[in-house]
């Protein structure tokens, strides 16, 4: 009989202890959960879509200038096809970008103003290239001038970047990434 008493007081406290428990589990379950991504302040340049898991609209994430600057830089010279001469392109990496708004790995596809888009092949996509150039020769450039958003490559810099895949990659006047989980 003390012993049915002894195991029906354990499991009470037991339950206790566990119900307890769970009030300490929920804020902090709560606090573990994935910041939304800070709201745009200035004109939205890129939206993000798909398989993300930081937002700040709905189901996408949205920057503006001010928040693609504030993402690590780089910036390199190069030639393209499409320019007279060396130009000086800078801005933050696509991987920089995806990884601030926490993307599943998966295809990319760029797309831009003028509804081009294509899918990036993952092997010429790594933590340095290609860049979402938001300066050209160290100014935001246009809409008009290719911009404000040119996802390039160091096209001089590697021979690895000079082929037509890499060129036809190389989306200007982007304005979306939609990111589809495999």
Not at 125 to 144: C, E, H, M, Q, W
Not at 156 to 163: A, I, P
Request: glycine share 4%; net charge negative.
């Amino acid at each position: 009989m003390c012993r049915l008493a002894v195991e029906r007081a354990y499991r009470m406290i037991s339950r206790r202890t566990f119900v307890a428990s769970l009030a300490c589990w929920v804020p902090i379950s709560a606090l573990a959960q994935t910041p939304a991504l800070a709201m745009p302040q200035g004109t939205v340049l890129l939206e993000a879509d798909g398989a993300i898991h930081r937002r700040n609209a709905g189901t996408t994430a949205q920057f503006d200038l001010a928040m693609l600057d504030a993402l690590p830089q780089t910036s390199f010279s190069t030639t393209t096809i499409w320019t007279e001469g060396m130009v000086s392109f800078s801005g933050p990496t696509l991987m920089s970008v995806l990884d601030s708004i926490e993307a599943e790995p998966g295809q990319i596809t760029a797309i831009a103003a003028n509804e081009y888009s294509i899918a990036l092949s993952p092997d010429t996509v790594d933590a340095s290239y290609p860049i979402l150039a938001t300066r050209k020769n160290g100014l935001p450039f246009s809409l008009r001038e290719s911009g404000p958003i040119w996802l390039i490559y160091p096209f001089d810099s590697y021979e690895k970047y000079r082929n037509d895949l890499i060129y036809s990659q190389s989306v200007w006047q982007l304005i979306q990434l939609r990111v589809n989980a495999p």
